[in-house]
């Protein structure tokens, strides 16, 4: 079965009943999720008016899961029970937006949440049907206690439809120099302000929180740089949120959900070894090769999703060059990506964002095939020929500086940066 499932994927399509979900209802074109900006909250962050990431107040959560709940409905008996493989149809969804642009009416949650898909793994070409499949495990849905949308048993995000729309529309900017990104760094006054600081005292002997909030207070605040997609989409919201909370993880102001991830204060602490310069991290996309059919009408998309890198660069001095990294640095990146994908199932944030690089690159796929044109599928909604109003999010600038420290042989380490990289189109090279 092994070697069938490698060389071609016929046994798959011909096992697999094909009851694939397409509700041809439609939905209100300015609200496709039906959110309001009560609950556009994500790995425990919330945007404000001024583009201002917070962390959400405890209090908050439960009254936001309470509507949340109330929000989603009743689901489908047909798609409540788990299945190992859920099938979704493009030609299904293309219609249900036609219907929507047409009646105005509400899409229906089955359609909003992608048939309860918690991971898109495999594509389906049928040209005799004149549609491509998606499919990947799935089952009904609730609200966790963060406010995600997660399957029943499982607990793991499931896939949205405004998501998956926002990775079709942007596939090209994908392809591009700078493509999909997102990186949250201190601005180049606050950069000035902090070293003048630093000149104006000689010897730091003693370094405590008061210190700490004068530095956070001096930098002010961080500035967001997103690339290649629509700031004002939940798509940037999930970046932004995954990268803050990368950072968090790795200053030491979060612990990780899983062991085997210490931030760099507590690895450096552990080695009685300090970091000169500023650790940077990001996270990439991270895929076994890509597997298809014989025929070209079956492929799939498996793998972590994503993996960490580590430079160093001057806090003070940006103008230098990132340099190699340091050991420990090295050793927190190692760490992050071995454990990438059981954090996955533990913290819902970096399973979101591995599901954008997973629909990013499954969209990046479908158009360096030419898939759509194979099959003849018109989806001018799909892919944005024709506008579709999607949920707006607010649109994320900045967050407050947060300064950690340790003192390490009398030296002092006080903070990291990082950001997250999806390099949709690279993935596509190993097939």
């Known amino acids: 079965m092994s070697k069938t499932f490698d060389n071609n994927f016929g046994w ?43 962390q959400v107040p405890a209090e908050f959560k439960s009254q936001m899961r309470q509507q949340l709940l109330e929000n989603i409905g009743e689901i489908d008996p047909a798609i409540a029970k788990h299945a190992n493989l859920r099938m979704i149809s493009l030609k299904g969804i293309e219609t249900a937006l036609q219907h929507a642009v047409d009646s105005g009416s509400e899409l229906p949650n089955e359609i909003k949440f992608m048939a309860g898909i918690q991971r898109l793994e495999f594509v389906f070409v049928y040209p005799e049907k004149q549609d491509i499949v998606l499919a990947g495990t799935g089952e009904g849905w609730t609200v966790d206690n963060e406010g995600n949308v997660v399957g029943i048993t499982t607990g793991m995000p499931v896939i949205r439809l405004e998501d998956f729309l926002v990775a079709m529309q942007t596939a090209e900017n994908a392809r591009k120099d700078f493509g ?32 700490a909030r004068l530095v956070e207070q001096t930098m002010g605040h961080n500035v967001i740089s997103l690339t ?27 612990q990780a959900a899983v062991e085997g991830i210490p931030s760099v204060l507590d690895l450096a ?11 940077r991290f990001w996270l990439e996309c991270s895929y076994q090769p890509i597997k298809k059919s014989e025929d070209g009408l079956a492929w799939h998309i498996s793998g ?31 760490n992050m990506t071995a454990k990438f994908a059981e954090l996955s199932q533990r913290d819902a944030v970096f399973a979101e964002l591995r599901n ?50 340790c003192s390490i042989n009398n030296k002092w380490m006080i903070t990291a940066s990082g950001g997250v ?10 097939v």
């Open 12 to 54: 798959l399509r011909k096992v697999i009943s094909l009851t694939v979900i397409v509700c041809a209802t439609g939905f209100n074109v300015t609200n496709v999720v039906g959110q309001t900006n009560f609950f556009q909250t994500i790995g425990g962050v919330k945007i404000d008016a001024l583009g201002v990431l917070n």
């Open 180 to 211: 999909i990104s997102v990186s949250i760094d201190p601005t180049q006054e606050g950069i000035e302000r902090l070293n003048a600081l630093f000149k104006s005292v000689s010897t730091i002997d003693q370094f405590g929180v008061d210190d």
């Open 228 to 254: 290649g997609v629509p700031t004002d989409t939940r798509y940037a919201n999930v970046l932004v949120a995954a990268d803050h909370k990368m950072k968090r993880m790795a200053m030491g102001f979060e």
């Open 269 to 279: 602490k552990q080695r009685r070894k300090a970091i000169a310069m500023t650790p």
């Open 304 to 334: 972590a999703g994503a993996k960490a890198l580590t430079e160093e660069e001057s806090l003070l001095d940006r103008s230098q060059k990132p340099q190699k990294a340091h050991p420990i640095a090295t050793t927190w990146a190692e």
């Open 356 to 405: 954008l690089m997973d629909m990013s690159v499954i969209a990046a796929l479908i158009h360096k095939e030419n898939m759509l044109d194979k099959v003849n599928l018109k989806a001018p909604l799909l892919t944005g020929e024709r506008s579709v109003d999607l949920p707006k999010w607010q649109s994320p600038r900045a967050v407050p500086a947060h300064c950690s420290y």
């Open 421 to 430: 990289q999806i390099d949709s189109w690279g993935m596509l090279e190993d």
